[in-house]
């Protein structure tokens, strides 16, 4: 077997140039997405050439303003777990929560987390709905991205050759319901698995704000825009006519998935949604 040729840059800098002139290398962060996906059915095969994301400076940053939350795409979970217990929201820090077991999410990042192409793992959903943006970075140019966009229609990563996500941009804003949910394995079991994100605003018994997220494990994601419209505005509790209207309009959202979403999926996010509507309530008043 032949060996594989691994570069550990240390700064931005020198990763772009390295990937500016082997746009063919994998990039390599925590390693675990990819370890998880070969699955331990056969033997680890690496990749013919590795640009290691370890070293990199600027990629382990954490920066904070008045607005928003700064993660570099390299910091690992657990880094980030602790720095922002007290002030990230709580539907996003769920999400890391329920990524693998601790040894792993000392070594996994965000990067990884968002990046690996197959799935839509824990964070895409939170950082969908939360209005996230990514920063992508190749030499000599850097743009900002909405989460949501990283993927296109057909869930083909939008990286252009060369470029990295290097920063994650978290916006502070108040939701009083926050809400998130992963059942099963992404990895072992993705035609029955699915996460939910939900947050919602709920004040004086009216629903302010209200945003959802599915993603279905494959790369399907679902953000139902016009539900959202439905619910906000109205208040807690839902009334039986408005929850059956949302669940119908939802229900014809799911039918336009495409077919790698299983119709076990669907029932389960359908319940979910269900459940999650019931249970919206005022959480001043209680
Ligand atoms: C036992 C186990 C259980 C797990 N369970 C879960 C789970 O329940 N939910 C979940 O979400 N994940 C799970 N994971 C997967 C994984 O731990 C996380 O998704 C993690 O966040 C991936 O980060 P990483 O740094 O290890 O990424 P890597 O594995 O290094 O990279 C993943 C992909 O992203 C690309 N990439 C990495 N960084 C960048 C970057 N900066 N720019 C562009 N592309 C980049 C890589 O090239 C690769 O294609 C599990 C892993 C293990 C081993």
């Not at 693998?100 to 070594?107: D, M, Q, T, W």
């Not at 016009?226 to 208040?235: F, N, Q």
């Amino acid at each position: 077997m032949a060996e594989s040729k691994i570069f550990y840059p240390s700064s931005l800098g020198e990763l772009l140039r390295i990937y500016g002139d082997y746009p063919q290398a994998s990039l390599w962060a925590g390693g675990t997405a990819i370890a998880r996906e070969q699955g331990g059915r056969h033997r680890f095969t690496l990749p013919e050439i590795i640009i290691h994301l370890s070293q990199v400076t600027e990629l382990q940053r954490i920066s904070r303003t008045e607005r928003y939350f700064e993660l570099g795409a390299g910091v690992p979970i657990n880094k980030i777990l602790k720095v922002g217990k007290h002030v990230l929201p709580k539907v996003f820090t769920h999400a890391l929560h329920h990524i693998g077991h601790p040894a792993v999410r000392n070594l996994a990042g965000l990067g990884g987390n968002l990046c690996h192409a197959p799935r839509r793992l824990n964070t895409f959903g939170p950082l969908t709905i939360l209005d996230a943006k990514v920063e992508l970075r190749r030499a000599g140019k850097s743009r900002w991205l909405p989460v949501a966009r990283l993927f296109n229609r057909t869930g083909e990563l939008q990286l252009a050759e060369g470029e990295i996500l290097s920063r994650v941009r978290i916006p502070f804003e108040s939701w009083n319901m926050q809400f998130f949910q992963k059942i099963g394995d992404p990895f072992l079991k993705p035609k029955t698995s699915l996460t939910f994100s939900a947050i919602s605003d709920v004040r004086k018994a009216e629903i302010t704000d209200f945003r959802i997220a599915f993603s279905f494990i494959g790369k399907s994601m679902l953000r139902d825009r016009e539900l959202e419209t439905l619910i906000s505005g109205k208040r807690v509790p839902l009334s039986e006519k408005v929850r059956s209207e949302a669940r119908e309009l939802f229900r014809a959202s799911l039918m336009e998935l495409p077919g790698e979403v299983t119709l076990f999926q669907k029932q389960r996010a359908l319940r979910l949604l269900q459940w999650y509507l019931s249970a919206l309530h005022d959480p001043q008043r209680d």
